[in-house]
């Protein structure tokens, strides 16, 4: 059964963030070779005001994509943007909406997208789907005035959408009933995320050929522990034995860790490479030694999956669906926000001589395949099952 499917998200590549949401690209442009799919993203307006409009089209084989802008007030009455997600969408994109005749809703985000996204849905009666990734639920439902809001959301869903049973749990705490809530690990590509020569791989990104380097990737901000880990990287004395330390990455805290690196002596160890496409990033875990990712909540971060079907063991935070993903043969984890344990941790995991065998074991049992076979079914149950009766309303 072919299904009509619309997917709301903030969490989706456009022409003013060609890199967001690689991991919903990934997975919806899989999806959109099995049914007919559209992609309507939210842009920001503080994103649409600071990238202007003078960027190439935005194309997805196989996707048909819109976006509109969302227009709110930054940093006052968070918990109105769910209001104000809807109006945006509803005033840009709401005749079209009205035209589409789809079979379901995919929100992919819990808040502002999915509150929004469901209001919307019930009151066209489209059945819809609610897809769930980490700080959506980690840190957004924990707000008191946002909280009622994502209950509603996902008590309204035919079907919830996690990415680990860390996050699945979050979600039946909010009232959701545990049998519609499933857990779907994201998959790897691993066509591209394979292993492949070190010494090629380090020639190619201008790194030094000796040495040994260890790997950040993600958003540069407090809460993925960008900071912690340079503290516990000068903390550890790998600097002073020729250990590199790499951030791939953009975000707030550049400045920072530039001016950090400098206060502990290790500005010469240190490297920001700034943001590199993802097709890109296969050449950066071959390369080094370590990837390191101690966030202060996650999902189920794709670098982790990617990293390790590259064969290169993680040093991670024990937070969200990491622990689910990263056992003991393929990496060490710690607590969040402990420099110290960090630093002993990177320590332990350079002079521990993994198996690179069974890395990439536990690796190939991620694969996007699966996923998708997993969504699909999802979506088509959500399509031809009735509505059970929805607990948030009671």
């Not at 035209?99 to 379901?104: N, V």
């Not at 050929?209 to 260890?214: C, E, Y």
Request: net charge positive; aromatic share 6%.
């Amino acid at each position: 059964m072919s299904l009509r499917i619309l997917i709301l998200t903030n969490l989706f590549p456009s022409r003013f963030d060609p890199r967001r949401g690689t991991f919903n690209r990934q997975q919806f442009e899989r999806l959109g070779t099995r049914h007919d799919v559209e992609v309507i993203t939210a842009v920001p307006l503080p994103e649409r005001l600071r990238k202007g409009a003078d960027r190439a089209p935005f194309a997805v084989p196989g996707l048909r994509l819109r976006t509109f802008v969302f227009v709110y007030l930054p940093r006052v009455a968070r918990s109105l943007h769910a209001f104000f997600w809807g109006a945006s969408l509803l005033a840009q994109q709401g005749l079209h909406l009205l035209r589409g005749r789809y079979d379901c809703v995919l929100a992919s985000w819990a808040y502002p997208d999915a509150a929004a996204a469901g209001w919307l849905a019930r009151r066209m009666g489209w059945p819809y789907v609610v897809k769930v990734h980490g700080s959506d639920l980690n840190v957004q439902a924990e707000d008191p005035a946002r909280r009622p809001q994502i209950r509603r959301a996902l008590g309204g869903a035919r079907a919830v959408i996690a990415v680990s049973h860390a996050l699945a749990a979050k979600a039946v705490a909010l009232g959701v009933d545990p049998a519609r809530v499933h857990v779907v690990y994201n998959g790897v590509d691993h066509a591209r995320f394979a292993p492949g020569d070190r010494g090629q791989a380090r020639a190619r990104l201008g790194l030094p050929a000796a040495g040994r380097i260890l790997l950040y990737v993600g958003n540069l901000k407090a809460s993925k522990g960008c900071l912690d880990l340079l503290e516990a990287f000068a903390a550890s004395g790998l600097a002073r034995s020729g250990t590199r330390l790499v951030f791939v990455g953009a975000g707030e805290c550049r400045t920072a860790l530039v001016a950090d690196a400098a206060e502990r002596g290790c500005t010469e160890a240190v490297t920001l490479a700034g943001a590199v496409d993802h097709a890109e990033l296969a050449d950066w875990f071959r390369a080094v030694d370590l990837l390191c990712l101690p966030s202060h909540n996650e999902g189920v971060p794709n670098v982790v999956l990617e990293a390790m079907a590259c064969g290169i063991p993680v040093v991670a935070s024990r937070v969200g669906g990491i622990p689910e993903v990263v056992p003991e043969a393929a990496g060490l984890l710690v607590p969040a926000r402990d420099p110290d344990a960090l630093a002993r941790a990177l320590l332990e995991a350079l002079a521990r001589p993994w198996d690179t065998a069974d890395v990439l074991a536990h690796a190939r049992t991620f694969s996007w395949e699966r996923n998708l076979d997993q969504l699909e079914g999802i979506l088509a149950s959500a399509v031809t099952q009735p509505l059970v009766s929805d607990p948030a309303r009671s």
